[in-house]
């Protein structure tokens, strides 16, 4: 129901019921409470006075001091304090009546707040010491330590604030509460105590006077040794020790603190074996451990380390498994001192120890910077002794502190320990994980903008775009290497060897993604840097003889030959540090180059011999270069070296285990052709019968070339009066051209040729008829073309008639 129903309801009731009624009652209450809980208060404070001023409820119901502590509620929250006291009193007055120890403490609880609101803390100090009492008549043993808690805390903030005017009274008087209810044995339980002590360490640190809360558990201490002696007794000793070296600590007096730390360890020293309990020699090794990172702190890492180590025998006495978690942090802790002093052999003997611990137990690890420090360490020592697997532990145990940081700068440590991780994988050709981790640094770095390390992240991009680079992903690659290039412009960069080995690398991606121009333009760029260089290393004299050898096989592939020789013999010019192999290259390319271009022979000679002069391969690889050296010499006419350098390809090719038999028809081809040029026409048949019968057996076929060996080979037999093998050649060659679909001008020249033989041998070999057909051919075949007047076998045509009719005694026609 809502408050309007609520309200609509009470209106009726009071025309029904009487004041007292249960169901009137019930709707006050359901109306005081909404609200109180919607902060209606005064609205609220209405409702409940209405039920407390209906006498006959208030005499039958005993609990009547819960409405009280309502209205207590209400008037505290609109700072009405004395309505607030007034029905305090109240309730008290009534809960005391109950006998109910729990509705009292509510009572003095709600009474105390409003003390402590109107800061009356004379008054909080007496209503709380009265409800001690109380706890204790009624023998409730929790209310009271509640009690006694809030009492001391109050009291300990009033002696802070009032040190000046009021520290020694405020002190008489806390004394003689301590001797009544905290040094009185009745009550005297360590954990209660630690509580009490606990919250005024607090109050006295939040505060920041640490000299104060020294001098104020110096006094409690005083008290303690005074009770007679108990378990209990030793243990608060001890921890109000150590609380006071806390307190020494936190004042960053560390020399105070270890001493007050070893004040305790000569007391547990001075116990009998009995008293050594478990408690006892769990103090004893946190001093230990204190002791330790206090030296640490102070740079006296002997100190630490001696102190870590008679920690560790105590342990060994114990002969106790418990304690592993303390065997790690003492091992953590030395193993930090050793890093810090550069000893890692012993510091690894330490660290191993500490891993052991780790991998075996379900110990806590607590991390620092000090950690981070040691981890890296140990890293590094491992990564450059190639332990890679526990280089990449220490890294990523590192990693695993930082991740928990909510510091915004941790994310530059995060960059460099995935990087160190990167690079383990990296060695261990771990590429997946090596990327993983470089990309994740990456992805850091360029969503927050904070001073990374700018070679790290260079080195990064690097590797990325080398590995993006040898697994062809060239676009990656680029991207990587441009991203390293932008960073060095960025930071103005004056290395120009380094800038001009990235653009190589970009120019080689272009290159492989047959870009042809910007590849030029990357190299370009490389070059024109190292011109600016006054002395050039070795290395870089390589990559420029590189950087030329790619340009001039770029031209070469767009068959800009001049420009694709100049390249290549810039290359050259640094011929005292090329290999052999890249010697070989390059005049083996300059040649092919030469060979394109009209009238160069001599030069494609002059290269070609050049490159068999450094021959570094079998003589598989140079056979072509005889060929080719034969060809040029064909094409100026010196036959005589011609047929000398194919001769040698022949021998070459035929010393081959496994012949190249196409090669095989070339080579003889050619050598038949130039006996042919120096009409020695026997040995020219011989070749070209030969490679006639070869290419036959390998089942390939190449028009001209068959074409060339039958004219050839026709030509040699007609030379040496073998007119019927000539005519099986020419015809050969004619039908070959016949079947030709292309007839343009100079397959039409070729076929008036051939008829023309064809005529010539069939007349020497006495057959009339069919010479005078195939003359008959060749004149129409002349008739229907452009070479009908200027063709050279057109009169000979004509005069071989003439004389065919005189056979046939037709002088007219003759």
């Not at 390059?586 to 092919?592: D, I, M, P």
């Not at 070209?688 to 060339?708: D, G, H, P, Q, V």
């Not at 040496?720 to 020249?749: G, T």
Request: charge should be negative; glycine fraction near 2%.
């Amino acid at each position: 129901m809502t408050i309007e129903h609520y309200e609509k309801s009470l209106l009726f009731q009071k025309n029904i019921y009487s004041n007292y009624h249960p169901l009137r009652i019930r709707t006050y209450f359901k109306l005081a409470e909404i609200y109180n809980i919607i902060e209606k208060y005064d609205l609220s404070i209405d409702y409940y006075l209405e039920i407390l001023n209906n006498k006959p409820f208030n005499d039958e119901n005993e609990q009547i001091d819960m409405l009280h502590n309502q209205l207590i509620c209400c008037y505290l929250k609109l700072k009405q304090y004395d309505l607030a006291i007034k029905h305090a009193n109240l309730s008290l007055r009534i809960s005391e009546k109950s006998l109910d120890i729990e509705r009292i403490e509510l009572s003095y609880m709600l009474m105390n707040d409003i003390f402590e609101k109107q800061q009356k803390y004379d008054l909080t100090l007496e209503c709380y010491e009265k409800l001690v009492k109380k706890s204790i008549e009624y023998n409730n043993y929790e209310i009271m330590k509640k009690a006694r808690s809030k009492y001391i805390s109050i009291m300990t903030y009033l002696i802070i604030e009032e040190y000046e005017r009021n520290f020694e009274n405020n002190m008489k008087i806390l004394s003689e509460f301590y001797d009544k209810y905290l040094f009185n044995e009745n009550f005297f339980i360590f954990n209660d105590f630690q509580q009490i002590i606990l919250s005024i360490s607090l109050i006295y640190l939040k505060l920041k006077k640490f000299s104060l809360g020294i001098e104020y558990l110096q006094i409690i201490l005083t008290n303690i040794e005074k009770l007679s002696n108990n378990h209990d007794k030793y243990r608060i000793i001890f921890y109000l020790n150590s609380r006071i070296a806390w307190f020494y600590e936190k004042d960053e007096k560390y020399n105070l603190a270890i001493s007050q730390y070893k004040i305790i360890l000569s007391k547990i020293e001075n116990l009998d074996n009995h008293d050594l309990t478990v408690c006892i020699i769990d103090e004893a090794l946190q001093c230990y451990e204190s002791i330790g990172q206090l030296y640490y702190q102070l740079n006296e890492y002997n100190l630490a380390i001696e102190n870590q180590l008679e920690g560790l025998e105590l342990i060994k006495t114990t002969n106790d498994n418990k304690y592993q978690q303390e065997i790690y942090d003492f091992n953590y802790r030395i193993t930090n001192c050793y890093v810090e002093l550069e000893n890692f052999d012993l510091a690894l003997i330490h660290y191993r120890k500490c891993v052991e611990i780790e991998e075996k137990t379900s110990i806590s690890v607590e991390e620092s910077d000090e950690s981070l420090y040691m981890y890296e360490c140990f890293g590094n020592f491992d990564y450059e002794n190639k332990q890679y697997d526990s280089a990449i532990d220490s890294y990523k145990k590192a990693l695993n502190i930082l991740q928990t940081n909510d510091d915004p700068e941790s994310s530059i440590s995060i960059v460099k320990f995935n990087y160190k991780i990167g690079c383990c994988y990296n060695m261990q050709q771990n590429m997946v994980l090596f990327i993983e981790h470089f990309k994740i640094a990456l992805e850091i770095q360029e969503t927050n903008q904070f001073n990374y390390d700018n070679v790290q992240t260079m080195d990064m991009n690097f590797q990325l775009g080398w590995y993006y680079q040898q697994n062809q992903k060239y676009d990656l690659a680029i991207e990587y290497f441009q991203k390293m290039l932008n960073i060095q412009e960025i930071l103005n960069i004056d290395d120009k060897s380094y800038f001009a080995d990235l653009y190589i690398r970009i120019g080689k991606c272009y290159e492989q993604k047959s870009m042809s121009d910007l590849s030029l333009k990357f190299y370009e760029k490389a070059l024109e840097l190292y011109r600016t260089i006054i002395e050039l290393n070795s290395l870089e004299e390589k990559k420029i003889t590189d950087i030329h050898w790619r340009i001039g096989k770029i031209y070469r592939n767009q068959q800009d030959w001049n420009l694709s020789i100049e390249y290549y013999q810039n290359s050259l010019k640094y011929l005292n540090i090329l290999n052999t192999k890249l010697v070989f290259d390059l005049y083996s390319e300059v040649g092919f180059c030469y060979q394109q271009i009209s009238n160069s022979e001599i030069m494609t000679i002059n290269y070609y011999k050049k490159a068999i002069d450094i021959n570094p391969y079998n003589n598989s690889k140079i056979i072509e270069f005889y060929y080719q050296i034969g060809i040029c010499y064909q094409k100026i006419n010196d036959v005589t070296s011609a047929i000398q350098y194919f001769k040698i390809a022949l021998e070459q090719l035929n010393e081959q285990a496994d012949k190249d038999f196409v090669q095989l028809v070339d080579i003889h081809a050619q050598i038949g052709f130039c006996f042919c040029d120096i009409e020695d026409w026997n040995s020219s048949m011989d070749h070209c019968l030969l490679a006639f019968e070869i290419y036959r057996n390998i089942k390939m076929y190449n028009t001209a070339l068959i074409y060339r060996l039958c004219i050839t080979i026709a030509h040699c037999f007609g030379q040496n009066d073998m007119y019927n093998l000539a005519i099986e050649y020419f015809e050969q060659a004619l039908k070959i051209q016949e079947d030709e679909n292309n007839h343009n001008s100079d397959k039409k020249f070729e076929i008036i040729h051939l008829n023309n033989q064809l005529g010539y041998c069939y007349f020497m070999s006495n057959q009339y008829d069919i010479a005078y057909h195939y003359y008959d051919k060749s004149i129409e075949t002349a008739k229907n073309s452009s070479c009908y007047t200027r063709h050279f076998s057109i009169i000979d045509n004509y005069e071989m008639f003439g004389y065919i009719y005189a056979y046939y005694h037709n002088k007219i026609l003759a």
